[in-house]
């Protein structure tokens, strides 16, 4: 669809003639801590509706991120529940099982229709890049988040076990979920590694790779071939990102 878009409006293609894909499976911002044991059900209908919407490739969020990071118990619930949906209730035996359905249509010329009028505001504005840097992206966000926050508070928008049907004594059972704790050796082990990767690869290379980095980062050249040399000759994220603070700066969101 973002292709189709981008043809359409914009004149736009992918470079290499290929289709644009689309990845989806629900965001952890819907998901709740009040009674966590429903967010695997959640969990099961976003991974349902991204599969309906047609997404290539899904990820699909755990049931305990509104508390922490996902625990491999929870990851794996997920996973399961992607595979459920395809081995077992059949999902992957159609293509489009909404193909024609009218409801299904209306919504997708709407969204297009939203998503075309965005973009001629960012383009109108300046570009992506000129709405980072005055804000208005991180205004629109914020808005969002408001407005969301406003509906839940309000009751306008429901969120079972949150502000409807909610249960006292189910609320506090629910709080004792699993969390994904500090392992300090883990942490000692890691740095370890890093060490001994500093330790035994070729300084001399890793200088080159990050002198060229730098002097390419000034023009406006594709970095991609000179990150995967720097990669190639073991420097890490830390010494690239450091190369570009120096030549970039550092990014600090505008107030709101």
Same mark, same amino acid.
């Not at 309906?52 to 049931?63: D, E, F, I, K, V």
């Not at 293509?95 to 960012?122: C, F, H, N, Q």
């Not at 890793?206 to 730098?214: D, F, H, S, Y």
């Given at each position: 669809?973002?292709?189709?878009?981008?043809?359409?409006?914009?004149?736009?293609?992918?470079?290499?003639?290929?289709?644009?894909?689309?990845?989806?499976?629900?965001?952890?911002?819907?998901l709740t801590r009040e009674e966590p044991e429903n967010n695997i059900v959640r969990g099961a209908y976003y991974a349902l509706i991204s599969a309906l919407s047609g997404t290539q490739t899904m990820a699909l969020c755990c049931y305990d991120e509104a508390y922490t990071?996902?625990?491999?118990?929870?990851?794996?619930?997920?996973?399961?529940?992607?595979?459920?949906?395809?081995?077992?209730?059949?999902?992957?035996?159609?293509?489009?099982?909404?193909?024609?359905?009218?409801?299904? $249509?209306?919504?997708? #010329?709407?969204?297009? %229709?939203?998503? =075309?009028? /965005?973009?001629? !505001?960012?383009?109108?504005?300046?570009?992506?890049?000129?709405?980072?840097?005055?804000?208005?992206?991180?205004?629109?966000?914020?808005?969002?988040?408001?407005?969301?926050?406003?509906?839940?508070?309000?009751?306008?928008?429901?969120?079972?076990?949150?502000?409807?049907?909610?249960?006292?004594?189910?609320?506090?059972?629910?709080?004792?979920?699993?969390?994904?704790?500090?392992?300090?050796?883990?942490?000692?082990?890691?740095?370890?590694?890093? $060490?001994?990767?500093? #330790?035994?690869?070729? %300084?001399?290379? =890793?200088? /080159?790779?990050? !002198?060229?980095?730098?002097?390419?980062?000034?023009?406006?050249?594709?970095?991609?071939?000179?990150?995967?040399?720097?990669?190639?000759?073991?420097?890490?994220?830390?010494?690239?990102?450091?190369?570009?603070?120096?030549?970039?700066?550092?990014?600090?969101?505008?107030?709101?």
């Amino acid at each position: 669809m973002w292709a189709a878009i981008c043809r359409d409006e914009f004149g736009v293609t992918d470079p290499r003639g290929m289709v644009m894909r689309m990845m989806a499976g629900g965001g952890g911002g819907g998901l709740t801590r009040e009674e966590p044991e429903n967010n695997i059900v959640r969990g099961a209908y976003y991974a349902l509706i991204s599969a309906l919407s047609g997404t290539q490739t899904m990820a699909l969020c755990c049931y305990d991120e509104a508390y922490t990071i996902p625990s491999e118990k929870a990851a794996l619930i997920s996973l399961r529940t992607m595979q459920i949906l395809a081995e077992e209730m059949g999902l992957c035996d159609t293509v489009d099982p909404l193909g024609g359905s009218y409801y299904v $249509e209306w919504l997708t #010329a709407r969204m297009k %229709e939203r998503i =075309v009028e /965005e973009m001629r !505001k960012i383009e109108d504005l300046g570009g992506i890049v000129k709405c980072i840097e005055n804000g208005y992206i991180q205004k629109k966000v914020s808005l969002q988040a408001y407005e969301t926050e406003r509906a839940l508070q309000s009751g306008e928008k429901v969120k079972v076990g949150v502000n409807k049907y909610v249960s006292e004594s189910e609320r506090e059972t629910s709080r004792k979920v699993e969390l994904h704790r500090f392992d300090p050796e883990v942490q000692r082990e890691q740095m370890e590694r890093l $060490e001994k990767v500093k #330790a035994d690869r070729d %300084e001399k290379r =890793v200088a /080159e790779a990050l !002198k060229t980095l730098r002097k390419k980062s000034a023009g406006d050249e594709n970095l991609m071939p000179y990150i995967l040399d720097c990669v190639a000759a073991y420097c890490t994220v830390g010494e690239m990102a450091a190369v570009w603070r120096d030549v970039f700066g550092e990014f600090r969101e505008p107030s709101m």
